[in-house]
């Protein structure tokens, strides 16, 4: 069986878009605190809504990722 | 072993326990707008009565009469000294129950009787008016099932005899001394449901309402539900319990009433409907839409008091908001994205649009304490609240204080019922009648 090796670069490039959709799931949810007047302490107790939206989110940016490769390739080709 | 402790303090621990979670000494005014007819029974006077106890007797002792036993037996301040019943198989069950208790086959001779204080009436609803007013003018206090009477005249000559006399009269409306339905209805009259807009109940059962006769003969002793001349049918056995809540809800009684009623599947000889719907409209516009079937049971029991902004389930003690701020702000916003997603309809406005009933999330009126059971129970199988007005009652029988409420409660509820029959039965809408009105009536 082949290895599968990810260069540090790509680990690090996958991490800070974990991250961004982390923060961007903590900011949604930040939003619904002041737009339904919650409390602040919802921003600790509903983390794991947190945790899903960042994921969905995480997983919605792949086919977008994959489209914008897409085009890099082939505006490559096209310059060659 | 419960029975026990309950001598040893004195008091009644259930009804004590009842008005403390209530928070009677905290919000004593707050509650007593609410529910006056508990300022009967408040813990101090509970505390005046020592260990007094009221010396009762039961007339008739059929399978309510024998659950009120049981529940005497856990009263400390309750005395079962005579049973009274014409038909001897239930006489004997409760005699089993309490030996101690004299026995007779007519009431005359109880009432008659100066050891007696108190009265319980669990006949069948024509003998309700006979009985009580007989045991009011022999100075008997007096605790009587529902419905008051069969007849409309019967209950305004009930109200009169009460209005005269200084007995303590209780009918068994048991939903006012139900802990989540006095919760409930403080949480409606604090505008948490928002504006009540209106009111739906229904009693729907899937059996035939029959108990087995011995001998043919007995048939309209025994199903006496069955026959107009010992009942009102679906409406006096059940709607009565839930009109009173509607009326209690809006704070006011309808001013007119339509409804059909048929027998539509026990077609068996019997004389009162199995199938009835009747509307009760306020002067206001807000009806009630009561329902009963006895051939189906999908849809229970339920007293539904319907808000603007919520929905109070009275029977499961459950309360729905239209829009739950109670979520979490992510949720509501994951449910408002949901909607607009799954429930747009871009071709046109939404009017159109079939509306299945949404999920809503249940608020428990008593945090921690709902057990739902299919909604044919409550909260506690056996605290429905009849232990509880019981028990009232038996202090009732020893302070001599009346209830404040309980019989104005009964009164408008039962009429209702009979004007509910008679509007089904003369297939017309008719008015409150000015002769039944009473003081108490806010139309």
Redo the contacts between chains.
């Keep these: 069986m082949k290895d599968i090796i990810i260069p540090a670069a790509a680990l690090c490039r996958e991490l800070r878009i974990a991250v961004g959709c982390f923060l961007a799931a903590v900011a949604v949810n930040a939003g619904a605190v002041v737009a339904y007047e919650r409390p602040w302490t919802e921003l600790f107790s509903q983390i794991g809504y947190v945790i899903v939206i960042a994921a969905v989110l995480y997983l919605l940016l792949w086919p977008l990722r994959l489209l914008g490769r897409g085009a890099c390739l082939l505006g490559r080709r096209i310059r060659k | 072993m419960k029975r026990e402790r309950q001598e040893e303090s004195g008091v009644d621990l259930n009804l004590r326990r009842f008005i403390k979670n209530l928070g009677y000494i905290a919000g004593g005014a707050a509650l007593a707008a609410t529910v006056p007819w508990l300022s009967a029974c408040t813990p101090e006077k509970l505390q005046e009565i020592g260990r007094r106890r009221a010396r009762v007797a039961l007339i008739g002792t059929g399978s309510r009469g024998q659950y009120h036993i049981h529940n005497l037996k856990l009263i400390p301040h309750a005395q079962i000294v005579a049973l009274c019943d014409t038909y001897a198989p239930n006489l004997e069950a409760a005699h089993a129950l309490c030996p101690e208790a004299r026995v007779c086959t007519d009431y005359r001779r109880l009432l008659e009787d100066k050891e007696i204080d108190g009265v319980i009436i669990s006949t069948p609803l024509n003998m309700h008016a006979p009985i009580t007013l007989d045991a009011l003018a022999a100075g008997k206090h007096v605790f009587c099932e529902k419905a008051m009477a069969l007849t409309l005249d019967e209950c305004k000559a009930v109200y009169e005899a009460y209005q005269r006399t200084d007995r303590a009269l209780y009918f068994c409306m048991q939903r006012m001394y139900d802990e989540k339905y006095i919760r409930g209805m403080q949480l409606i009259h604090s505008g948490l449901i928002g504006e009540v807009v209106g009111m739906r109940c229904h009693w729907f059962r899937n059996a035939d309402w029959r108990r087995p006769v011995p001998s043919p003969e007995l048939e309209r002793t025994i199903n006496w539900r069955l026959y107009r001349e010992f009942s009102g049918g679906l409406m006096t056995e059940l709607a009565c319990h839930q009109l009173e809540v509607c009326n209690w809800a809006a704070k006011k009684m309808p001013q007119t009433i339509v409804g059909m009623g048929d027998i539509v599947y026990w077609r068996d000889g019997r004389e009162v409907w199995d199938s009835v719907n009747v509307t009760y409209r306020y002067s206001d516009g807000r009806k009630i839409a009561y329902e009963s079937l006895i051939s189906n049971k999908y849809n229970g029991m339920e007293d539904q008091i319907l808000g603007n902004l919520g929905t109070m389930d009275m029977t499961r003690g459950l309360y729905y908001l239209e829009e739950d701020?109670s979520q979490?702000?992510?949720?509501?916003?994951?449910g408002q994205v949901r909607d607009r997603v799954f429930a747009s309809i871009p071709a046109a406005g939404p009017s159109w649009r079939p509306e299945l009933r949404s999920e809503y999330m249940p608020h428990p009126v008593i945090e921690g304490a709902v057990h739902v059971n299919g909604g044919q129970n409550m909260i506690g199988v056996d605290e429905d609240g009849s232990d509880v007005i019981l028990s009232a009652f038996c202090q009732s029988c020893i302070t001599g204080e009346k209830a404040e409420n309980v019989v104005e409660e009964a009164y408008c509820s039962t009429v209702l019922c009979l004007l509910g029959n008679r509007a089904m039965e003369e297939r017309r809408f008719i008015e409150f009648p000015d002769e039944y009105k009473i003081p108490y009536m806010k139309f």
């Design positions: 701020r979490s702000g992510v949720r509501q916003l994951i």
